[in-house]
């Protein structure tokens, strides 16, 4: 069941990696960032994570982040699924384990989180070129 309206959108972080404590649940982000370098294009990034967290739904609600570049328009990826809220007062995490991301040039790129169809909240990555070395 859907929610009447789009849940809250309280923390959309992209980081190097995400660890949950075992007696906790707690997550740990390790390495935020907002960029990311590339020796050269097209790039496969390995690996990186998204943090997501929401509060405000009722039931399960879609969603689904997808990445597009900002200046083609293309869609690099989409992962859909869904988040299930047992109270409309508590919040949700979700992570996001993304591989093998393909860049096929620098520049910006928007990754967007959405809701029952509705966009929550957007990051921009900004893809550059590293720096030669002298």
Do not use: W
């Amino acid at each position: 069941m859907a929610s009447v309206n789009p849940p809250l959108l309280l923390a959309f972080v992209l980081c190097d990696g995400i660890i949950r404590e075992a007696n906790t649940n707690k997550f740990s982000l390790i390495g935020t960032f907002n960029g990311l370098y590339a020796q050269g294009f097209p790039n496969v990034h390995p690996s990186f994570s998204v943090y997501v967290a929401l509060t405000d739904g009722r039931g399960r609600v879609p969603c689904a982040l997808r990445m597009l570049s900002l200046e083609s328009g293309k869609e690099l990826f989409s992962v859909k699924g869904h988040v299930e809220f047992r109270d409309p007062t508590g919040a949700a995490e979700l992570v996001y384990q993304l591989q093998q991301v393909r860049f096929d040039a620098p520049g910006i790129y928007s990754l967007e989180f959405l809701a029952d169809g509705e966009l929550l909240g957007a990051r921009k990555l900004n893809v550059q070129q590293a720096p030669r070395k002298a």
